[in-house]
Each structure stands twice: as C-alpha cells, then as structure tokens.
C-alpha cells in the first residue's frame, strides 16, 4: 500500500512540473532569472510574482498583456522580428537558446519555452516606449 502512494505522489509531482511557469534566463548557461511566462502567455519581469509586461499569443508579442499593440513576432523557425508583419530578423530561439543574430551570433539567454523569447523582443522595445512618456 505504502508502494503505490509512493508511486501516485511521485506521478502527481511529476505531472506537476509540466504546468510550471517557465523562466527566462539572463544567461544561455547558467545565469540568474530576469522573468518568466505562464501557460497563458503572460510575460513577466521578475521570475516570482512582478508586473506582467506582455503577452505572446500566437506567435505575436504584445507590448500590454491585455489588449496592447503588436511589437513582435516569433516565427515557427524561431526567428525574432522587430516588426509583427514585415520587419527585420533580430535574433533567434533555438534548443533553448536565445541568439541576438537571426543566423549566427552569440546566446543571450535561455528559456525552455519559445514564446519566452518574447521576453528579449520586450525588452529591446522599453527604451523606445520609456523616451516617449
């Protein structure tokens, strides 16, 4: 009896991770977290709790995480755009890196999931939207 508690704890624990939120990283090996995004596509800059800052929604990152105006986009290759339609290629996702060149370049961060990468799209937009308050 004891066995098959164990088993179903370890199980739930298990299928608990997938529903994480996943981080972003500051750094492709190591580093410390700078956000994260949730299942719902909600970027946030801190890793626990902070201000949601944006959200990824099909493959679209918004400058609001309600509503808001399309900054960017995350192609299905992992390409970064500046721009949601059109635009140029700034950086890439791939196997859990961030790169800050669309084919070669160096890693800038990490996250687990590509839509996190709207988190680096975000963050290149803030000095712009910051000199126009």
């Known amino acids: 009896m004891k066995s098959i508690i164990l088993t179903i704890s370890i199980l739930l624990f298990i299928t608990s991770l997938s529903f ?10 190591g580093g410390k977290k ?6 719902d596509g909600f ?3 801190s890793p626990y709790g902070g201000k949601k800052i944006g959200k990824v929604k099909d493959g679209m990152v918004y400058d609001s995480p309600y509503g808001g105006k399309k900054v960017g986009r995350i192609n299905e290759d992992g390409k970064l755009y500046d721009e949601p339609y059109g635009g140029k290629a700034v950086g890439r996702y791939e196997d859990g890196k961030i790169y800050d ?3 070669s370049g160096k890693a800038i961060g990490r996250t687990e999931n ?3 990468s709207g988190y680096f799209i975000l963050k290149d937009k803030e ?3 910051a000199q126009k308050k």
């Open 127 to 129: 000095p712009e939207n």
């Open 101 to 103: 060149e669309p084919y």
């Open 43 to 45: 970027i946030y800059d």
């Open 114 to 116: 590509k839509d996190g």
């Open 34 to 39: 700078v956000g994260k995004i949730d299942d």
């Open 20 to 29: 994480a939120d996943d981080y972003i990283y500051d750094s492709p090996y």
